[in-house]
């Protein structure tokens, strides 16, 4: 960040590991103004997942892992 310049730099974002949490802790204590986030499609992704359980989207859940399940077979058939 100091190469480029901390005033170009607005946010940190990064997986919630603990190597990276502390990363994030130790930029925003020399630079207090940026903006730390976590990593939002892995949130988007867990959120996702919580919906997909609901009883309302069983059969869209039901029909998508058929197809998904279909496209790997077919992928390991043909050796891709």
Known sequence: MKKIGL?????VVSDNTGNTRKA??????????IV???DVCHLLHNMIK??????????VSHSSLY?????VSKHHQYGF
Do not use: E, H, N, W
């Open 7 to 11: 005033k170009k730099a607005a946010g």
């Open 24 to 33: 994030r802790r130790l930029i925003r204590k020399s630079v207090p103004l």
């Open 36 to 38: 730390d986030l976590q």
């Open 50 to 59: 919580q919906i997909s359980k609901l009883l309302y989207f069983k059969d």
């Open 67 to 71: 197809t998904y399940c279909m496209l």
